[in-house]
């Protein structure tokens, strides 16, 4: 089990996704503006990886061994078609949540966090437990890091910021102290060890 | 837009629609491989291979796939490139390979080659499709270039490798780590505005973000654009 | 010049076309996205696994004193195997390259670790000559490390070659190393050296007696 936690705490905070590894950037640019928006976007991505991560855990035991070089564009398919289905059957069993998540849930496909969790999972050897752990730290990690942003950006709408910094130029100002705070947590799992 | 010459398709994507620096796409290989020249220059080069051959591609056979599929077939021919180039970089350039690590394959979903197979390949002929394709090409390798030259300068004191700065200088290693990307790109960006505002008093200070002709913000995209 | 999505190509407008036109459509690309992938594939793929074996026999070389020829074993269950047995697993074994001298003798085995670093995963390899339970080398293959301070593990050379002949199990220390178990660690680096240090030890620990030799698993 020591094993899973250390996955989950390494993939949420020293090497969260958005602010070590610089995947999942578009949405964390895009929809970081308020703190729900934010938190919903954060929701719908984990609930995608955790599919996801499942979904290329039987991929790689069953399929990949025979075409191993289909692996990318299977992952693509995947990804894309469980977007689908998770769209679909949002949509017919709580409309409200999907008003919510509506326009969030299509730009999942092109979230190049997704695609990296499938990459990496692959990369690591990490079977379906450690692929869950992972995705699950994952996607808490892109939640938090985008909670973070969007209060932070919420507050400084209202500051008096040169008009070279507004929009981007400060978002990337604060996305670089994120990821200064973050690395702080670098040495959190050797340091007892 | 196909009344357009050839050369003002290509400057488009050179600077006034830069997909970096001005449209804010394709962010993630901008940051993550830009810690030095040498992995900006092979991102580069594989996105450009990447998106001239799927642009040139879709703008052959734009005629013959059905609108409800366009863009899961986009998709696939994008796919289908990025595993090529994956496949020969690992065979020719090893080291290189391993360095740009998942990135390689990540460039399926860089938006920006998505985005000019929808908004220009899928609706003009072969050469100003590619025009387009190396016009943007060349936008985002000015930009990763940018970073990388920046990063690797200050964060190691060098430039592809090569001394540049003076023995005595302390190498800035926080440009080179992850919080140094988004540094480095918010002061490129910031320059950036600077020079739209420049002289433009009558501008309003906060510009609105500019998107590529055919392409809508992504608060007016619906959900069926996905694949 | 915002139609995206509603203005497709010319001969989709206007008419629904039948669903097996979509889905030949997609079958067709696949075929041929399937066919060019896979002559690529044929192409690349003995060059970059023959990357991978000269990279492999490189490190193995480096950490054993460039022995003249090696071959793989597999520690499962704390015995040594020449082959992976059926049915067994290969993430519940552990290879070590055994390396044979000129001569035929042989020098030691090359053995792969791996544990979480300062940053992310530092994996490695080192020599380790079981009759006289000394480290014979080490290299790390794989390291996230901060660049200029834990990056130094795979750089320094004072570091890298203090590990040349050290006994095991080792023990890192601060102020210059005296005893044979002793390898000085890098200043500014120590989680990152003990990080280096700990993959040794425990990788002893785990194969080290299946191995051979006078040997207990006893830690530093």
Redesign the interface.
């Known amino acids: 089990m020591g094993d899973l936690t250390r996955i989950f705490v390494s993939a949420a905070l020293i090497n969260n996704f958005v602010l070590a590894y610089f995947v999942g950037l578009c949405p964390f640019f895009g929809v970081s503006k308020k703190v729900p928006t934010a938190l919903r976007m954060g929701g719908a991505v984990t609930f995608v990886m955790v599919l996801t991560a499942s979904a290329v855990s039987f991929l790689n035991a069953w399929v990949l061994p025979v075409a191993p070089y289909l692996r990318l564009i299977s992952y693509i398919v995947v990804i894309a078609s469980l977007v689908q289905i998770v769209e679909m059957v949002v949509k017919k069993t709580s409309p409200a949540l999907f008003r919510a998540l509506g326009i969030y849930l299509p730009l999942i496909t092109t979230n190049c966090a997704i695609l990296y969790l499938a990459l990496f999972q692959y990369a690591r050897g990490y079977g379906f437990f450690e692929g869950l752990a992972f995705a699950l730290g994952a996607g808490a990690g892109f939640t938090l890091a985008l909670v973070l942003m969007a209060s932070i950006r919420q507050r400084s709408e209202t500051a008096s910021v040169p008009a070279i910094a507004r929009e981007m130029g400060l978002a990337m100002i604060i996305a670089a102290s994120l990821s200064m705070a973050f690395m702080g947590f670098a040495g959190l799992l050797s340091a007892g060890a | 837009m196909t009344d357009r010459t050839g050369r003002e398709v290509f400057l488009r994507g050179v600077w006034e629609e830069n997909p970096v620096l001005v449209q804010i796409l394709g962010l993630c290989p901008t940051l993550a491989v830009t810690n030095s020249v040498e992995n900006a220059i092979a991102m580069a080069l594989a996105t450009a291979f990447v998106i001239v051959g799927s642009s040139a591609l879709v703008s052959l056979v734009k005629d013959y796939i059905p609108s409800q599929v366009r863009m899961s077939a986009y998709i696939l021919i994008i796919a289908t490139f990025v595993t090529v180039v994956d496949l020969i970089m690992g065979a020719v350039a090893p080291a290189m390979s391993k360095a740009l690590g998942a990135f390689v394959p990540l460039i399926v979903v860089n938006c920006m080659i998505l985005g000019r197979a929808e908004a220009f390949a899928s609706k003009n002929r072969l050469l100003p499709s590619i025009l387009d394709a190396v016009g943007t090409a060349a936008g985002f390798s000015i930009a990763l270039l940018l970073m990388g030259g920046v990063r690797e300068l200050l964060g190691s004191g060098t430039f592809l490798g090569l001394q540049v700065m003076p023995h005595n200088w302390e190498p800035w290693v926080i440009m080179i780590l992850p919080p140094g990307g988004f540094l480095t790109l918010g002061a490129i960006l910031m320059g950036m505005s600077w020079w739209w505002q420049r002289g433009e008093k009558k501008d309003e200070a906060v510009k609105p973000r500019r998107w590529p002709h055919g392409v809508r913000a992504p608060e007016e995209r619906r959900p069926e654009m996905v694949a | ?5 509603r ?7 206007g008419s629904q ?1 039948s669903s097996l ?2 889905v030949g ?2 079958g067709v ?2 075929v041929v ?2 066919i ?3 002559l ?2 044929g ?3 003995p ?2 696994e023959a ?2 074996a000269a ?1 492999l026999r490189q490190a193995i070389e480096e950490v054993l004193g460039e022995p003249q020829r090696y071959e793989t074993r597999w520690v499962v269950d704390g015995k040594l195997l020449d082959s992976l047995p059926a049915g067994v697993d290969s ?1 519940a074994a552990r290879p070590v390259y055994a390396g044979f001298a000129a001569d035929g003798h042989m020098v030691g085995y090359a053995v792969p670790g791996q ?7 530092v994996k490695l390899i080192f020599g380790y000559d079981p009759s006289t339970r000394k480290v014979l080398g080490m290299k790390v293959l794989e390291s996230k490390e ?4 834990g990056a130094k593990i795979t750089s320094d050379s004072a570091f890298i070659h203090g590990f040349d002949g050290a006994l095991a199990p080792i023990d890192g220390v601060k102020h210059p190393a005296q005893d044979p178990h002793q390898v000085d660690m890098i200043t500014g680096a120590t ?1 990152s050296s ?2 280096v240090i ?1 993959i040794i030890n425990r990788s002893l620990e785990a194969v080290g007696p299946a191995l051979g030799g006078a040997h207990g698993g006893e830690g530093p």
């Open positions: 010049m915002s139609a995206r999505g203005k497709g190509p010319p001969g989709a407008i076309p036109l979509l459509t997609l690309l696949s996205a399937g060019a992938i896979v690529v594939h192409w690349a793929q060059r970059i990357h991978q990279e993430s544990k979480p670093g300062y940053q992310d995963v901060t660049p200029g301070l989680i003990t990080t700990t």
